[in-house]
């Protein structure tokens, strides 16, 4: 069973950095992006930032300038290193994939369960 757990929420002050990670495993063919959204209490959830196989990355206006998105397509990891963080940062985090599992033989994408990430003074 194909699964992503992520790791690296927290709570930190504002101004001050976190680095999450993100691991798929399973029986997966082929991964084409992985990323990262968040869902804030009251809000949808939103895009924070994606990153292809290729290393192609896509950042939400919000994020840009102070999250970096990476991966290591070897171990089917992403990871976003947090900068400058601000009390609206606080949110639940998501890690997502678009991938084909070898089960399904189909694209489709899946979820993390989400790791909490509070920016507070």
């Known amino acids: 069973q194909v699964q992503l757990v992520e790791s690296g929420g927290g709570l930190v002050q504002p101004g001050g950095s976190l680095r999450l990670s993100c691991a798929a495993s399973?029986?997966?063919?082929?991964?084409?992006?992985m990323g990262w959204y968040r869902q804030a209490a009251g809000k949808q959830r939103e895009l924070v930032a994606t990153i292809t196989s290729g290393g192609s990355t896509n950042y939400a206006d919000s994020a840009k300038g102070r999250f970096t998105i990476s991966r290591d397509n070897a171990k089917n990891a992403v990871f976003l290193q947090m900068n400058s963080l601000k009390p609206e940062d606080t949110a639940v985090y998501y890690c997502t994939a678009y991938l084909q599992a070898i089960s399904t033989s189909s694209w489709r994408y899946y979820w993390g369960q989400g790791t909490q990430v509070t920016v507070s003074s």
């Open positions: 399973g029986s997966i063919l082929g991964i084409n992006a």
